[in-house]
């Protein structure tokens, strides 16, 4: 097997480290990144600014631009001729859930190779070690990139997702210290959640008015009669201790929109 690699948290993030050192035990890998964290940029093409490369020490190339060109780039001018499986971005830094996937570079960078027609999956962690210590926080990003070769391993998905074109497969793992603590695996549809407090007013060290915006949202409580087998949503699958699985579909035009907008007197 051959994959690609890319994320949204730069070429020394501890995500992209463990999610590389665990495909390398099972495949050829190659790594195209960005140089620093886009998180937030999307599917973002640089078409107005040239992109430059660099090759590191650790044989990973890093672009001076956001996850969706490294994706771009790599398979239409790096690697134009090798024929990669899948591409799979990540393990982001927190959680891409629900309507978060619209803004994420992780998101974004996999959307990409599926328009491109490369199979992909992008992977986050909860809550991202954010809490842990250093040592703790390798320890989490192992664990999540154990998960995902198991994914791999023990399942068919590979082959579903190179079925199902014009597909991300959205895999969030839980926030959680021991792989024993995962319950399973869950099929979800993304769910959605409103903003806490989307836009903070703040003033800078030079007392100008600016404005941070947030993408945090409400946890989502989940009482433990509630559960089950009948966990549908993301959000709800990670807070109950699943591995979430949304495939995601891009590049469709509802049949339902078209028959109502035609009705139209346009």
Same mark, same amino acid.
């Given at each position: 097997m051959r994959f690609l690699i890319s994320n949204d948290d730069g070429m020394y993030a501890p995500g992209l480290l463990a999610l590389y050192q665990?495909?390398?035990?099972?495949?050829?890998?190659?790594?195209?990144? @960005?140089? !620093?964290?886009?998180?937030?940029?999307?599917?973002?093409?640089?078409?107005?600014?040239?992109?430059? !490369?660099?090759?590191?020490?650790? $044989?990973?190339?890093?672009?001076? =631009?956001? @996850?969706?060109?490294?994706?771009?780039?790599?398979?239409?001018?790096?690697?134009?001729?090798?024929?990669?499986?899948?591409?799979? !971005? $990540?393990?982001?830094? =927190?959680?891409?859930? *629900?309507?978060?996937?619209?803004?994420? *570079? !992780?998101?974004?960078?996999?959307?990409?190779?599926?328009?491109? =027609?490369? @199979?992909?999956?992008?992977?986050?962690?909860? =809550?991202g070690g954010t809490k842990s210590s250093a040592q703790e926080q390798v320890s989490q990003y192992q664990l999540a990139a154990n998960e995902i070769i198991k994914l791999l391993i023990e399942t068919p998905i590979l082959d579903i997702c190179k079925n199902l074109p014009y597909h991300v497969l959205n895999v969030n793992i839980p926030d959680v210290h021991s792989a024993d603590d995962i319950k399973g695996r869950k099929i979800t549809s993304l769910g959605h959640k409103q903003m806490v407090r989307p836009v903070h007013q703040v003033v800078d060290p030079r007392g100008r008015e600016a404005y941070w915006l947030s993408l945090r949202k409400q946890p989502c409580e989940m009482p433990m009669d509630k559960q089950s087998e009948s966990l549908q949503t993301d959000d709800q699958a990670v807070a109950a201790g699943y591995i979430s699985l949304s495939p995601v579909r891009l590049h469709h035009t509802p049949t339902a929109a078209l028959n109502a907008l035609s009705e139209l007197a346009l």
């Open positions: 665990a495909l390398s035990a099972i495949a050829e890998v190659v790594v195209v990144v @960005p140089m !620093t964290e886009h998180s937030g940029c999307g599917s973002a093409l640089s078409i107005s600014t040239p992109l430059y !490369t660099q090759q590191l020490d650790s $044989g990973f190339i890093a672009v001076n =631009g956001s @996850p969706a060109d490294c994706v771009y780039l790599a398979l239409h001018e790096l690697y134009p001729d090798t024929q990669f499986d899948c591409v799979i !971005t $990540g393990i982001n830094s =927190g959680a891409n859930l *629900g309507q978060d996937v619209l803004f994420s *570079g !992780t998101f974004g960078a996999a959307l990409t190779a599926q328009l491109l =027609g490369i @199979p992909a999956i992008a992977t986050s962690l909860v =809550g």
